[in-house]
């Protein structure tokens, strides 16, 4: 039987492996980790699981939804039961526009009601309606089309922090086609940024009641657990794989506790680690790889004795970047979450860290609780000592899509095919860093690796 190994047990590397076992070949998971999950991290504060990484997904792409199906977890997951996000601005806080699609405010008149964007501000935005195509060729960044369709207020009070929480990028560098290819689908339809998207809600014809994310109760690891069953005895804990070369028409890993030979090879680690596996084999895919730049974060995740705290209206807020803190946002899961809301604690997940700012990673654990513990009280009144609480850092963990990064995900997988048949990469960042996209990666690559297999004696 032909063997392929995946490096990378997060949920790439997992649901390519997933789908491999399913049609029959012999597959192993090698993880470095002492667990399986990747950045999906399930932990427990004061007694209660919290997600430490990603903590829901997107409805609209199926993959992990069919996933969980798959699994039989489906049937146990849970959405928002407030979705109504807030932002940090000017030193007051204010609530988001209802009518708004990724920030972009699809009703001024609602803006303007708000005490969210100046009377000049909305003016701009106003121009979007009466003013020429003025697109720019080829692909730009989100800042660009946001900027030159609805101005820089709008950009940097609304639609900045909303689109820069989910990369922990920086809009002006992202690129509209590879980093927000729904919004780069919506803007497509009229010149009118704000006419084109209500277009796109009318086609969609989406139900509202459908929820927009989902989650498990007890976690997102709820989810890894059960892949982690069905791939029983075919995954390798503890390993770091740190090259990979030829020999006799097969590929050798080599690891720091051993050798692994394989037919075909997965790399579902993230982009510069694969680089540095592939790098013996091949300089300039390691070079291209090595290449696509990575954002850092880190949670601070607080319990608090809810006896102690006022309920938060909401369930979390933005920070808008000119307000100079270093939390970039919260979320007040106890709000957002109906499992864990009405307990003895209230659960709060706060982020710092963006792709040009790193001060979270220059300062140690307890300096960032302190800081965003005072950040807290100034912004939201939080007084309270935290029963319990938890620092996770993410460094290099969201990769940026910046102008160009389709062109090299592209030359990236033409390279493998001509230099390096039978190694595929997979994971956040290429087609996707959402959960859905990541999962829907990992098995293009795992039929990728079969299609290859036939074609090998
Ligand atoms: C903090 C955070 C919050 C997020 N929130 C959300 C969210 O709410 N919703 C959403 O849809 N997405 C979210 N994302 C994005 C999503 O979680 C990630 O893009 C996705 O989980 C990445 O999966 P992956 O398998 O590609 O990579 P990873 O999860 O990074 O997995 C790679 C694995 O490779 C292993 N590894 C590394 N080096 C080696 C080696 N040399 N040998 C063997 N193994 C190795 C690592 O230990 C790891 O387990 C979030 C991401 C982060 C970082």
């Known amino acids: 039987m032909r063997k392929v190994v995946v490096v990378g047990g997060g949920i790439s590397g997992l649901a390519a492996a997933y789908q491999l076992l399913t049609n029959g070949y012999d597959v192993s998971v090698i993880e470095a980790s002492p667990a399986i999950g990747g950045k999906i991290s399930t932990v427990e504060i004061a007694g209660v699981p ?36 807030k932002i940090w601005v000017d030193g007051s806080m204010q609530a988001l526009p209802k009518s708004q699609f990724l920030g972009i405010p699809l009703d001024l008149d609602e803006l303007s009601s708000l005490n969210l964007i100046s ?197 979390g807020f933005l920070v808008a970047k000119s307000e100079g803190l270093l939390m970039t946002a919260c979320s007040w899961s106890s709000s957002k979450w109906k499992h864990l809301g009405d307990k003895e604690a209230t659960f709060v997940r706060v982020s710092a860290g963006r792709a040009d700012d790193d001060r979270a990673f220059n300062i140690d654990n307890e300096e960032l609780t302190s800081t965003l513990l005072k950040e807290l009280s100034q912004i939201v009144d939080v007084q309270a000592t935290p029963m319990d609480s938890q620092v996770i850092r993410w460094p290099k963990s969201f990769p940026q899509y910046e102008i160009g990064h389709s062109n090299k995900v592209n030359r990236i997988q033409k390279l493998l095919r001509d230099k390096a048949p039978g190694i595929f990469v997979a994971g956040a960042a290429f087609n996707g860093l959402g959960l859905s996209a990541c999962i829907r990666d990992g098995k293009v690559n795992a039929q990728r690796a079969e299609s290859y297999l036939g074609t090998v004696n």
Request: aromatic share 6%; charged share 25%.
């Open 119 to 315: 009377p000049e501000g909305i003016a701009i935005a106003q121009n979007d309606l009466t003013a020429i195509d003025n697109a720019r060729d080829g692909d730009e960044t989100v800042g660009s089309l946001i900027r030159r369709r609805l101005g820089h207020e709008v950009m940097e009070k609304l639609v900045g922090p909303l689109l820069g929480g989910i990369n922990a990028g920086d809009p002006d560098k992202i690129s509209l086609k590879s980093g927000a290819p729904y919004l780069a689908s919506a803007a497509s339809l009229d010149h009118s940024l704000i006419r084109s998207i209500q277009k796109f809600i009318r086609a969609s014809n989406r139900n509202p009641e459908t929820p927009v994310f989902l989650t498990h109760p007890e976690g997102l690891g709820t989810v890894v657990d059960a892949l982690g069953k069905e791939l029983e005895g075919n995954v390798i804990l503890n390993e770091r794989i740190q090259s990979v070369h030829a020999k006799d028409r097969q590929w050798i890993l080599e690891g720091q506790k051993g050798s692994y030979e394989a037919d075909s090879v997965i790399l579902a680690t993230p982009s510069y680690i694969s680089g540095s596996i592939i790098e013996t084999t091949n300089g300039k895919i390691a070079n291209l790889l090595s290449n696509i730049k990575y954002a850092s974060m880190a949670f601070a995740l607080f319990a608090f004795p809810s006896k102690e705290i006022r309920p938060f209206d909401g369930s």
């Open 50 to 85: 919290i997600d430490g990484g990603p903590d829901a997904f997107l409805v609209r792409e199926p993959e992990m939804k069919e996933l969980c199906s798959s699994l039989g977890v489906a049937d146990e997951l849970v959405a928002p039961v407030s979705r109504s996000a």
